[in-house]
């Protein structure tokens, strides 16, 4: 079985970590309380030298406090370290990379067929690859959309936040 690990120095979070970032919000022309989380459990092949390939879980996370950002997460048995594992990429990535191949550092996306899309981890161990139905994406940044508009990202963005942590980091 192919193991999926970060590339050194790559964002990774507890997956845990991220679910206590829920926070709903309200939005006023409808009055209806919606969370600035989502997720979005999608099953994963991973692509290895055997015919069959092996069907992983994974989740796909979007929070509307990093709008830029997507998260796909994988389970323990997935990883070398026996940890869940999550690879942040852009979201523009995942957009363009279902229609035409995207993307040259650690995370590169491509289409395969008419129904799948591939995801490419880079790693110093290797590379691990894994399909995914193209339908399950785009319902998921369709999802993503509603809750953050393309060009709106910069409404959501916390930089008093951002600013406070990186200069905290440093000193």
């Given at each position: 079985m192919t193991q999926l690990t970060p590339p050194a120095g790559a964002r990774i979070q507890s997956f845990r970590r991220l679910l206590h970032c829920r926070e709903p919000?309200?939005?006023?022309?409808r009055e209806q309380v919606?969370?600035?989380v989502i997720e979005?459990?999608?099953?994963?092949?991973m692509v290895a030298s055997a015919p069959r390939m092996e069907t992983l879980p994974a989740t796909l996370h979007y929070d509307r406090g990093d709008p830029f950002a997507v998260r796909m997460a994988f389970p323990a048995p997935a990883t070398l370290e026996g940890a869940e594992v999550s690879w942040e990429f852009s979201r523009e990535l995942l957009t363009t990379g279902m229609d035409e191949p995207a993307?040259?550092?650690d995370v590169r996306v491509r289409p395969f067929g008419y129904d799948r899309t591939v995801l490419e981890f880079h790693a110093v161990e290797?590379?691990?690859m894994v399909h995914v139905r193209t339908a399950e994406?785009?319902?998921?940044?369709?999802?993503?959309q509603d809750l953050v508009p393309v060009g709106d990202e910069y409404r959501f963005m916390e930089l008093d936040r951002d600013?406070?942590?990186?200069?905290?980091?440093?000193?």
């Open positions: 919000f309200i939005r006023r022309e919606l969370s600035s979005q459990s999608v099953q994963a092949r993307g040259v550092g290797g590379i691990a994406l785009r319902r998921f940044l369709k999802r993503a600013l406070t942590e990186l200069l905290d980091e440093s000193g």
